[in-house]
Antibody
Framework: EVQLVESGGGLVQPGRSLRLSCAASGFTFDDYAMHWVRQAPGKGLEWVSGISWNSGSIGYADSVKGRFTISRDNAKNSLYLQMNSLRAEDTALYYCAKAGGIQLWSAFDYWGQGTLVTVSS | QSALTQPPSVSGSPGQSVTISCTGTSSDVGSYNRVSWYQQPPGTAPKLMIY???NRPSGVPDRFSGSKSGNTASLTISGLQAEDEADYYCSSYTSSSPWVFGGGTKLTVL
């Protein structure tokens, strides 16, 4: 059974940093691209960032480019999102999502339950 | 990257069919057969319902179908059931940032 478990969320002040993690199990992690998708309270889904199976292709939404960094450790079956210079508008539930293939263009076939990030002073 | 355009809400009675549209541009929906649809009941994580315009993952009922014409993709749910009530999101691969979502559509089963 595919499982994706996010962690690392919490309350953080504007301008500070936070690192999210996603522990994956139930599939061969390095056979698939992975993504982060967020959802602000009461709002829709927003794709944040994605990384191919071997980290060779990486993409970011314009809203986080230059502030967020996605990475993965295939030996640890883990996905990460380093978030710097956080803003109030980054407040959201952050989902880890598995892609259906090795590259970024495959749909997101499994999702975690999310970790909540709140940016506030 | 602008979000794809979906109607805010649609509704239908049990047994009826409803269609949710998703309008993009020639840089996303119009150029790629990488349109997917997600179902999100309240308080839960999204679930993939359709990928690559019209393909259903294993376990998704065949009442759910997808199509595309030009810059607009559509999700049709036939034989509506109470359990179909949820928010639905479309998503497309794009020529700029890899993925963009629609604003979401709330489906109400009357």
């Amino acid at each position: 059974e595919v499982q994706l478990v996010e962690s690392g969320g919490g309350l953080v002040q504007p301008g500070r940093s936070l690192r999210l993690s996603c522990a994956a199990s139930g599939f061969t992690f390095d056979d698939y691209a992975m993504h982060w998708v967020r959802q602000a309270p009461g709002k829709g889904l927003e794709w944040v960032s994605g990384i191919s199976w071997n980290s060779g292709s990486i993409g970011y939404a314009d809203s986080v480019k230059g502030r967020f960094t996605i990475s993965r450790d295939n030996a640890k079956n883990s996905l990460y999102l380093q978030m710097n210079s956080l803003r109030a508008e980054d407040t959201a539930l952050y989902y880890c999502a598995k892609a259906g293939g090795i590259q970024l263009w495959s749909a997101f076939d499994y999702w975690g339950q999310g970790t909540l990030v709140t940016v506030s002073s | 990257q602008s979000a794809l355009t979906q109607p805010p809400s649609v509704s239908g009675s049990p047994g009826q069919s409803v269609t949710i549209s998703c309008t993009g541009t020639s840089s996303d929906v119009g150029s790629y057969n990488r349109v997917s649809w997600y179902q999100q009941p309240p308080g839960t994580a999204p679930k993939l319902m359709i990928y690559e315009v019209s393909n259903r993952p294993s376990g998704v009922p065949d009442r759910f179908s997808g199509s595309k014409s030009g810059n607009t993709a559509s999700l049709t749910i036939s034989g509506l059931q109470a359990e179909d009530e949820a928010d639905y999101y479309c998503s497309s691969y794009t020529s700029s940032s890899p993925w963009v979502f629609g604003g979401g559509t709330k489906l109400t089963v009357l």
